[in-house]
């Protein structure tokens, strides 16, 4: 039995894993601002494709997310370095 989240999937990937339910259709661009309008409920769960492979917009994703006291879960390969300081720069706005 799941837990409620809101997904948000992220386009493209570094990987050709077979089997992978990522696919490399055209996809719909949506801004940061848009991305938290329709996010709802408590928790948050941020996918892909790769999310590291947009690290500028997943840091400030991140940042805002953690600012409105939301739980924030990343689905990652983990080929990519994933670290705090990354998202620390939007502390500051």
């Known amino acids: 039995m799941g837990r409620p989240a809101t997904f948000v999937r992220l386009a493209g990937c ?3 894993c077979q089997g992978c339910d990522t696919d490399d259709r055209p996809c719909r661009e ?3 601002a848009d ?5 709802q409920g408590g928790r ?3 996918t892909g494709g790769e ?6 917009e997943l840091s400030e994703l991140i940042y805002l997310l953690h600012a409105r006291g939301k739980e924030i879960h990343i689905e990652t390969n983990g080929t990519n370095p994933f670290l705090k300081r990354s998202w620390k720069k939007f502390t500051a706005q």
């Open 14 to 16: 570094n990987l050709r």
């Open 30 to 32: 949506s801004s940061i």
């Open 35 to 39: 991305v938290l309008e329709s996010i």
């Open 44 to 46: 948050v769960v941020i």
């Open 51 to 56: 999310p590291t492979l947009q690290m500028r």
